[in-house]
Structure formats: C-alpha cells, structure tokens
C-alpha cells in the first residue's frame, strides 16, 4: 500500500453515462498526477495538479474529460458522455515536489464502458 | 515528446537464474528513470530509480544501469524469485514532471 487511495476500484457503465473518480493522495504531497493504463500497455499521462492548480493537460484528455483538485489535497476525473474506447484503467499518482521526484501510485480504478 | 521502448515484451525465466530488461528512450534532456512493478489488479510500484549523474545502483537483488550517450538504462534481477513474476515498466522523465512509460514486461519465474 503507497498510501495513494482511489475510489472506486471498478466501475461499469453504460455508453453515453457519465462516471466521476476520486483519488486521494499521500497527506500533503503538493503533486498529483492523472494517468490512463489499457490493456498491454504502459501508463500515458493525462493531468496534473500542482497544489490546486491544474499545470498540463495531455491532448488525450478530450472535451469530455474534467478534472478537479480543490483545496489541494484530493482530486476527481470526471468523464461525460462515457465511450467504449474510454475503458481502461485510471491511476493516479502524487508526488512531494522537492523531495526525490518519487510519484506513488494508488492501485486505480478500472472502468468499462458498455 | 519523449518516446520510451521497452525490450522484450515478455520473459521467461528459472527461478535463480536473472533477468535482464533493456529500455532505450529518446529525449536527450530526460534525467530521471524509475522502474516500476505491476502486480494483477494493482497500480505500479516503484522498485528502483536511477538519476541522470549515476551510472549504477544496486539495491540487494535489483540493479539498474544507464548509458546516457546510448540513451538506453537496463533492469536486472539476481537470483529470481516466484514473487518476481509480474509486469515491469521503465519510464523516463525530462520536464519535471510526467513519466512516460515504456510498453512493459511480462516476467515469469518458473518454479
């Protein structure tokens, strides 16, 4: 266990649904990362917070991908309008800014999109 | 971007033999290069990391080594374990902030 906690752990829906993540992070680690992970592959980057500010947003984060981090410690990954390519696997990671550069990861959150 | 190759896609090995992962990446600038683990249903774990200014590390059975001018860091594991079996990623990152993953190893350690 990183202490890296993200709820929930599974999630099926329905094309068209719209589905809301949420990661909390090690306690007060300033960096919070969003990554998606499909089958046989390596996890791509998505988003990142830093503190509550949202820095960088891939290009595979489309109009219907949201992200929060209110207050700077937990974060959601909302997704509108759900597709069946946007199954996979959702991590999140955090990051004490400063202090190795290590990013933790929690054990994901898994969805598929009927 | 940063692009990172991960090489082979799969391994098996005896138990007590090593095991020998090679990643190459192509951003010149790139200074941080962790491994991770990847057990089933579970998120990736960092086992070891290596930073620009090292040429090796070692931590008990694990070691890292990296080639800046190739551009290319290798994974070895020692005398393998049953618990070693798991999916392996190297990742590199040159802007401060996201990983970029290679594509992975399958490792299996037959008993």
């Known amino acids: 266990d990183t202490g890296v906690s993200q709820d929930p752990r599974h999630k099926i829906t329905k094309r068209g649904q719209n589905v809301t993540f949420r990661c909390d992070p090690i306690s007060e680690h300033n960096r919070l990362y969003w990554y998606r992970q499909t089958l046989g592959q390596g996890p791509e980057f998505l988003t990142y917070?830093?503190?509550?500010?949202?820095?960088?947003k891939s290009r595979l984060l489309s109009d219907r991908f949201s992200a929060e981090r209110p207050k700077g410690s937990f974060s959601t990954l909302e997704i509108q309008r759900t597709e069946q390519g946007d199954s996979a696997m959702y991590l999140c990671?955090?990051?004490?800014?400063?202090?190795?550069?290590?990013?933790?990861f929690g054990p994901g959150t898994r969805l598929t999109v009927l | 971007g940063e692009n990172v190759e991960q090489h082979p896609s799969t391994l098996s090995v005896q138990e007590g033999d090593s095991a020998v992962i090679k990643c190459t990446y192509s951003?010149?600038?790139?200074?941080?290069f962790p491994w991770y683990k990847q057990e089933l249903g579970k998120g990736p774990q960092l086992i070891i990391d290596i930073r620009s200014n090292v040429g090796e590390k070692k931590d008990q059975r694990i070691a890292v080594t990296l080639n800046k001018t190739a551009k290319h860091f290798s994974l070895h594991i020692t005398e393998t374990q049953p618990e070693d079996s798991a999916v392996y990623f190297c990742a590199a990152r040159s802007n401060d902030y996201k990983l970029s993953f290679g594509a992975g190893t399958t490792v299996t350690v037959r008993a």
């Open positions: 951003d010149s600038a790139s200074n941080y």
């Open positions: 917070f830093q503190n509550e500010a949202q820095l960088e």
């Open positions: 990671a955090s990051e004490s800014l400063g202090v190795h550069n290590e990013q933790f």
